[in-house]
């Protein structure tokens, strides 16, 4: 990990392709995807329900293996090469924050144990974790929601506390899932404005799936995806959303 | 940070209901062994309790636990006449079922040879031992009868002067001590009518031969009681049981008098070796067969029990595995839990079982070995039956929890 460029980008994704299944079902949900998020970096990615935004991020998360191509983080190939990853679940835990559409959180842990418990996996004692934890929480706003259960929380407390949880350990690298979907612009602009802080004080680079454009300014840069296809176009006030 | 415990104490009303259920199975499975370790124990207390060296019976029988034997009361000074014995006494047992107040008594009648035994050395819980040597007995606790109860048996009625704990035979009946006279009154009891006929069958008989018509006295005795009647033997005891003088070695007592060719002598250990490998033996094999399988089943139902809860918590642990879990984690989850709820299983047979056994009709011995053991066995089970959901639960991609 050591032999790793400190200025390397935060993620280099080079002809990506994934194929689900195969003859007759098979779909490509990734046909030669490259880019490249630099640290300190916040890109969007957009694109119409099915071009495979999600299937992108999971594989730059490293929990769905392409199909080929090549993918470094922070410098160091991961998927193949003398310095491929044997332990990407450890690499998961120290480099990666993860926040997705659909719940994720854990339901028998309660919001702040929810955060607590990615940082105390990484080697945090617990009262550290849980004052950091409570810091995060406090910051986004649910500190008050600090010991409910996921269930007991809105749609939006929930997103809130899972980009707590994605960004306790601060991470080199940020995927986001729409994570402002279920929040009011007022707080999704704060999120993105979380996202921004960690981009510049950590020099993570982070990726976020979105479909509202009203927040396109926010983005230093904005990957477009349509049928597996990743484009960058020149100016990011001209990308398309489909919805 | 604990996870187990977190998810147990966050599912805990369905936990406790899991735990219960798996207890009462285990409740059961402990209450097997319970129930042949009394068959055991209630099995020789008897005659643990008779403190008996030597037991003299019929030839070639098993008596007098295990089968019928019959032996003449004479027999009584020929033993204790055998160099080493201390003293022989006449010994009578015999079951018997009678309807007492609406209900049903099974009770194995012991004959105390009065007056060297009063039944001073049973252990008596209530009452006395034998003050005189007819018409009073001591009951034992189980037969329900209390200190002055009179109950008729053969033509007499006797008062339940003491009562006794835990002398009960193999097949569950509570003992009833008598004097040996009463034991064999309450034996060969017969009507009047029975008696009548007897000795008038007995005097045509005598009208009929020589020896009748010469001695018109002996014509006149035989239609009177039968201990008048030199002719006919006294009533038959069960057997004769013997004390070995102090230095005295049983088994010479036992190899002097099974050179006599109308009996069989046989050692105390003998004697409780017969009844535990005979009567005993059946059921309890029968015993530990069904509490084999019941392991078994319990064995598959904690399997399954925790490859649900598993399976339920799939997702949970993907996204674990996605923020990074390590394997260690992810298993000290399934099997932490495994041994809670095993361990809590255990804890809610023992309690169960301390309330629900002492209401069942047999005796249940928990002994703390099998206890233990038990133990063991439930802690192996968990561990092993959380092996399936730990197999599925490694198996779960992390990528799974994005595919929702
Ligand atoms: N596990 C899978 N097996 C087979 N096909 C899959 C699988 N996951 C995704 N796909 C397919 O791959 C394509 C891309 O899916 P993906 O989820 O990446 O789209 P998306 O851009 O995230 O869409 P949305 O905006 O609706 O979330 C879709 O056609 C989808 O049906
Ligand atoms: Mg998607």
Redesign the interface.
Not at chain 2, 319 to 325: P, S, W
């Given at each position: 990990m050591s032999s790793a460029p400190k200025d390397a980008p935060a993620v280099q994704a080079h002809d990506l392709t994934k194929i689900y299944g195969s003859g007759n079902t098979e779909v490509v949900a990734l046909r030669e995807a490259t880019l490249t998020i630099h640290r300190g970096e916040v890109a969007a990615l957009l694109g119409p329900s099915g071009a495979g935004k999600t299937t992108l991020l999971t594989v730059i998360g490293l929990v769905n293996p392409p199909t080929a191509g090549r993918l470094s983080i922070a410098g160091q190939p991961v998927l193949d090469g003398p310095d491929a990853l044997t332990n990407l679940r450890t690499f998961r835990r120290q480099r990666l924050g993860f926040v997705f559409q659909q719940s994720n959180l854990i339901p028998f842990l309660t919001a702040c144990e929810n955060v607590q418990v990615a940082m105390e996996l990484d080697g945090w004692p617990r009262r550290a974790a849980r004052r950091r934890a409570m810091d995060q929480l406090e910051y986004l706003e649910v500190a008050d929601r600090a010991d409910f259960y996921p269930t007991s929380l809105s749609g939006g407390q929930q997103q809130r506390v899972a980009v707590a949880r994605a960004l306790a350990n601060e991470p080199t690298v940020v995927l986001a899932d729409e994570p402002t979907a279920a929040l009011d612009s007022r707080r999704g602009r704060q999120v993105m404005g979380l996202f921004r802080k960690v981009a510049h004080d950590n020099g993570a680079g982070v990726l976020v799936v979105t479909h509202d454009h009203r927040a396109l300014d926010v983005f230093d840069k904005t990957y477009e995806m349509e049928d597996g296809v990743v484009r960058l176009p020149a100016d990011p006030t001209t990308a398309t959303v489909a919805r | 940070?604990n996870?187990a415990i977190?998810?147990v104490?966050?599912?805990a009303g369905r936990f406790a209901l899991t735990a219960f259920g798996l207890g009462v199975l285990l409740m059961v499975v402990m209450g097997m062994g319970g129930i042949y370790r009394g068959l055991l124990n209630e099995g020789t207390l008897l005659i643990d309790r008779i403190g008996v060296d030597v037991w003299v019976v019929q030839r070639h029988t098993r008596g007098p636990f295990a089968e019928l034997s019959r032996v003449p009361r004479s027999l009584v000074e020929r033993v204790a006449a055998v160099p080493g014995v201390a003293s022989a006494c006449e010994f009578v047992t015999h079951t018997i079922q009678r309807d007492h107040q609406g209900r049903r008594l099974r009770m194995a009648v012991v004959g105390l040879s009065w007056p060297t035994d009063k039944g001073e050395r049973l252990p008596l819980v209530a009452g006395r031992p034998l003050a005189q040597n007819h018409y009073e007995m001591i009951v034992d606790r189980k037969l329900g009868l209390s200190l002055g109860a009179s109950l008729p048996l053969g033509k007499d009625t006797y008062t339940v002067v003491g009562v006794t704990r835990g002398m009960t035979t193999w097949g569950g009946d509570g003992a009833v001590f008598v004097t040996v006279n009463d034991a064999q009154a309450i034996q060969f009891d017969q009507p009047a009518e029975a008696v009548r006929l007897e000795r008038a069958a007995r005097r045509s008989r005598a009208e009929r031969q020589d020896l009748g018509r010469a001695q018109p006295q002996l014509l006149e005795r035989s239609a009177g009681p039968a201990v008048n009647f030199p002719a006919l033997g006294t009533p038959n005891v069960s057997a004769v049981s013997a004390r070995v003088a102090p230095g005295a070695a049983a088994d010479a007592v036992c190899a002097t008098i099974s050179a006599w060719g109308d009996v069989t002598a046989m050692t105390h250990a003998r004697q409780q070796d017969l009844i535990l490998s005979g009567p005993i033996e059946r059921s309890g094999r029968q015993l530990g067969l069904f509490r084999t399988l019941l392991t078994a089943v319990s064995a598959i139902v904690m399997a399954l029990i925790l490859y649900t809860l598993t399976l339920e918590k799939l997702h949970?642990i993907a996204?674990?595995?996605?923020?990074?879990?390590?394997n260690r984690?992810i298993l000290g989850l399934i099997m932490q839990q495994a041994i809670v709820l095993g361990m809590l299983g255990f804890g809610v047979a023992y309690v169960l079982g301390q309330f629900a056994f002492p209401n069942f009709p047999r005796r249940i011995l928990l002994v703390p070995m099998d206890l233990l053991k038990l133990a063991g066995i439930v802690l192996a089970i968990s561990i092993l039956a959380s092996g399936l959901g730990i197999w599925r639960a490694l198996r779960v991609?992390?990528?799974e929890?994005?595919s929702?």
């Open positions: - | 940070m996870l977190r998810d104490r966050h599912h949970d996204m674990l595995k996605l923020i990074g879990a390590p984690v991609s992390p990528g929890v994005l929702r």
